[in-house]
């Protein structure tokens, strides 16, 4: 049936209008398929980016959002008193990054933890590069807080205390190579931190860095602080490491337990999971606890700040 001549008069008044329609719809679709293509590029990297940190392959993920990094930021900062907190953040998740990814195992724990404790140590100016860590799992926390102490401009010296029964020598002596370390800079000590005989090897130095990650029953903590306690050179940090963590409420209660009683450690705060405390200088006459935690030692006689030691200049 022919069209009216109305029909045919608002088709042509029309013409335009579906011209430009048709014109959106082309225009849509490239849009579309523009989008899909956009879509397909990002999801690429973000796939390879989950890779190499999610929690694909490993026990947790090591992706870190920015208000995640600045919340530590801040935290380092009360501790540290360190307003650039967060760039020295930043160049420890690099250091995670790197060390994970050429090492055999993972550092032990949630990437905030983990940053915490590798950007915060050297921040606090621990008065020499002498570092002791009881317990190391695979040795790679290890070997990113001596490159940590070099940053800061101390020379390293590095003991390593573990029964070595989640890992192998040769793993954690990898790891440590791996990291850069100098072996004739460190010592790898096999024994539990309780035992007499590794106490008595130990215990040949004082050491401006402590890290407590070993055995975390509460018991063994306190007797790891008492440890601790106549090894830390005047000035020394020791991290608790897992003081706030759920999973291990013994370390927490031996720390609060241990800090109430008369010590020379100074609680300094909390970064993640880790608590920081710094060793004061001892005075002319102090009575340190016993290794076995039931009497007092012999007096000890030392003032003033700590020796300079083996600092170098501090790297621009």
Known sequence: MPRSWVQQITARALSPVHKEVLDLRTE??????????????????GYA?????????????RLISES?????????????????A???????????FELELRGVGRMAGAPGNVLGKLATTPLLDPPNGEILEIGTLFGMFAGGMARQISRAGLGYGLTVVDPLEASTE?????NLALAGVDPSRMRLIRGR?????????????EYGVIILDGDHSAAAVAADLRFAERIAAPGGIVLLDDYTD???????????SYLTGDTRFEFLGVVATTAFLRAQPIPAVITLPKEDGTGLSAARSRTGPAPAGNRLPRPR
């Open 28 to 45: 849509v679709e490239q849009l579309r398929a523009e989008l899909q293509s956009l879509r397909r590029q990002t999801q690429a990297p």
């Open 49 to 61: 980016v989950d890779l190499l940190l999610g929690a694909q392959g490993r026990r947790s993920t």
């Open 68 to 84: 995640r990094l600045r919340e530590l930021a801040a935290q380092v900062s009360r501790v540290a008193l360190a307003p650039d």
């Open 86 to 96: 967060y760039g020295h953040l930043v160049q420890a998740y690099r250091t995670l």
């Open 170 to 174: 040769l793993v954690v002596r990898e």
């Open 193 to 205: 931190s309780s035992d007499r005989g590794v106490q008595a090897e130990v215990a040949d130095r």
């Open 246 to 256: 759920r999973n291990w409420p013994g370390v927490q209660e031996a720390g609060d």
